[in-house]
């Protein structure tokens, strides 16, 4: 199975910070590599899909880099409705596998 | 636009089978991998498996060959159902569309259910 290694574990910023959290794969995944949002009650987002890709509808203060075994989910401009869980997700072979996920919390 | 609806009991006694259903309004059932997605209180998210509407099926390794995923596309239903279920089976279950765009990520999700395995 590839393992996806998320970091940090949690973070807390401000409104207007920029985020970065990031993303390994244990071996290549080419681009195969999505990022989705989890807020609590509700069914995860997709947010950012083949590392770069933003998702229709999907503010474009999110954005995502990466390829191979490293990428980064980028949010430019921290806004209070950003808080939640963030995954990474490869879809390069089976089993599909999510890293463990991001908290991100506003100060 | 397409919506995902799963159905079935929120309480399963251990050792006993888990059964869900999802159904698929809005859009096709052809074409698309449509797979089952478990997130257990408080943790991380966990792939089960899926089915292809053609019948193909792909089940994640860690189930230890519990899973059975079956597609009903008179219906537009498909099924997920998990034998021998443990406590460890506890979780909120998503059923969600894989995109057929050749990039594979799940652009439509179920609301979920909480399934909690105990007597």
């Known amino acids: 199975d590839i393992q996806l290694t998320q970091s940090p574990s949690s973070l807390s910023a401000s409104v207007g910070d920029r985020v970065i959290i990031t993303c390994r794969a244990s071996q290549s995944i080419s681009n195969y590599l999505h990022w989705y949002q989890d807020k609590p009650g509700i069914a995860p987002k997709i947010l950012i899909y083949a590392a770069s890709s933003l998702q229709s509808g999907v503010p474009s203060r999110f954005s995502g880099s990466g390829s191979g075994t490293d990428f980064t989910l980028n949010i430019s401009t921290l806004q209070p409705e950003d808080f939640g869980i963030y995954y990474c997700q490869q879809s390069y072979s089976n089993p599909r596998t999510f890293g463990q996920g991001t908290k991100v919390e506003i100060k | 636009q397409v919506q995902l609806q799963e159905s079935g009991p929120g309480l399963v006694k251990p050792s006993e089978t888990l059964s869900l259903t999802c159904t698929v309004s809005?859009?096709?059932?052809?074409?698309?991998?449509w797979s089952w997605i478990r997130q257990p209180p408080g943790k991380g998210l966990e792939w089960i498996g899926y089915?292809?509407?053609?019948?193909?099926?792909y089940y994640n390794p860690s189930l230890k060959s519990r899973g059975t995923i079956s597609i009903d596309k008179s219906k537009k239903q498909f099924s997920l159902n998990l034998r021998s279920v443990t406590a460890a089976d506890t979780a909120v279950y998503y059923c969600?569309?894989?995109?057929?765009?050749?990039?594979?990520?799940?652009?439509?999700w179920g609301q979920g259910t909480l399934v909690t395995v105990s007597s």
């Open positions: 969600a569309r894989e995109t057929n765009n050749g990039w594979y990520y799940y652009d439509s």
């Open positions: 809005g859009d096709s059932i052809s074409t698309y991998y």
């Open positions: 089915v292809y509407h053609a019948g193909t099926t």
